[in-house]
């Protein structure tokens, strides 16, 4: 069991446990002014649950294709004090189907097309690109999106330029930032928020770093995270 200061995970079922990329993505999201929000391969249900911890009216539906995961997540939202918010489904996001459109889609992806495939089939699904593209992801934001609407990811830094170009010409690169681990290493993640309209966008780009040389926690880190770690 994974305890954050508002809610826990037990995360005991899934294939991806508890990890940054889930806290930083969950953090970084952009979900004020939301009434409807997708996580979309929720896993543990993390995201959804952050999400509804920083945006107090929003409807939040949950998905994952993995079914252990998705009766893990409903789980986890059911011992949540947001249970009433959050709608679990097991569900392929390329063949998902919602009555409204969503103000935001949330994913921690699969990415590591080109690594060897590990021999857990579950956690194989959770982290490549064989089940689930970034085309895939693109049509399926396109799809249920509402105009203006935000799709917000975390990939690896050499994922960046695929993604946006899978997106070009139907989501728009609005605002990233670099995530560098220890302070003077190159970054190795980008948080990517796309927007869904018909014009290009000047994106707004930042940087992140976790940790100093020594190893402390930077204080933009901090603050960005403090609403969640016990740490802080």
């Known amino acids: 069991m994974f305890r954050f200061k508002h809610f826990s995970i037990d995360d005991s079922l899934s294939a991806m446990k508890i990890g940054t990329d889930g806290v930083l993505l969950g953090a970084w ?18 995201i959804a649950l952050m999400a509804a911890q920083r945006n107090a009216k929003a409807h939040i539906v949950a998905i994952d294709i993995v079914s252990d995961a998705a009766t893990e997540a409903r789980s986890n939202a059911d011992m949540s004090p947001w249970s009433e918010r959050i709608e679990v489904m097991c569900s ?15 994913s921690n992806p699969p990415f590591f097309s080109d690594a060897v495939l590990p021999p857990n089939v579950a956690r194989s699904v959770a982290r490549h690109t064989t089940t689930l593209k970034f085309e895939d992801i693109v049509v399926a934001a396109e799809r249920l999106l509402r105009v203006g609407g935000r799709l917000s990811l975390i ?30 290493e190159p970054p190795k993640r980008l948080l ?35 609403e969640f770690y016990l740490m802080f």
């Open 29 to 46: 999201a952009d979900v004020v002014g939301c009434d409807t929000i997708l996580d979309a391969g929720t896993g543990t249900g993390l």
């Open 155 to 184: 990939l690896p830094v050499e994922c960046g330029p695929r993604m946006r170009s899978a997106a070009f010409g139907h989501l728009w690169l609005s605002r990233q930032t670099e995530v560098i681990t220890r302070q003077g």
């Open 192 to 226: 990517m928020e796309f927007t869904l309209q018909a014009e290009p966008l000047m994106p707004r780009c930042d940087e992140l770093t976790i940790q100093d040389e020594n190893g402390a926690y930077m204080m933009k880190y901090r603050q960005m995270t403090e």
């Open 92 to 106: 392929d996001l390329r063949e998902f189907s919602y009555g409204v459109k969503f103000d935001h889609i949330i």
